[in-house]
């Protein structure tokens, strides 16, 4: 019975995003626009917390471009802002590289002090696997080692992906 729902939800799935691509006509592809923005937010419903996350992009030209990412997270005991600008220049046309300055802001709630701004570079190199899908490897490293808090890392390395739809 459960191999019966696990193959139904990926047929439905298959259905709903083959009804979602889009064509992208050559003239669209010419001019492409300079900026764009993406965000969601989400709801984490048992213990209230929220997550809100946006990238904002500016290209210069085909293969420099200009990056803002934010989040916003409220947690149980407390909220963090983060914001990073970076700079990506692809050296093919999937591959890229970027480095970039960040700052994280802590605000601890129920009068618990907050802790100092958290500044940061990071670089890393990653992949436009297609349209929809990136992968990224970075490595970020904490500026201001002598602040602590609960979400202060002096030095982390990630690997992260993204799937736009």
């Known amino acids: 019975m ?3 729902w696990s193959l139904s939800f990926f047929i439905i799935s298959c259905i709903f995003s083959y009804g979602q691509t889009e064509e992208v006509s050559v003239f669209a592809k010419k001019n492409e626009k300079k900026v764009s923005l ?6 984490s419903l048992p213990n209230g917390d929220a997550h809100s996350y946006f990238d904002l992009d500016y290209k210069l030209d085909s293969q420099l471009q200009l990056e803002l990412r934010g989040f916003y997270n409220t947690y149980i005991m407390s909220d963090v802002s983060k914001f990073d600008f970076t700079v990506k220049r692809y050296v093919d046309n999937k591959i890229y590289v970027f480095s970039g300055l960040g700052l994280a802001k802590e605000v601890a709630k129920y009068g618990i002090k907050s802790q ?5 570079y990071s670089y890393g190199v990653g992949v436009d ?3 929809s899908i990136f992968l990224e490897a970075k490595q970020e490293t904490q500026i201001n080692t002598n602040v602590q808090g609960i979400n202060t890392l002096p030095k982390i390395f990630t690997l992260s992906g993204k799937y736009k739809f």
Do not use: A, L
């Not at 993406?38 to 709801?43: G, I």
């Not at 100092?116 to 940061?120: G, T």
């Open 2 to 4: 459960r191999s019966f």
């Open 38 to 43: 993406r965000s969601w937010s989400y709801p």
């Open 116 to 120: 100092e701004v958290i500044f940061n």
């Open 129 to 131: 696997v297609s349209e």
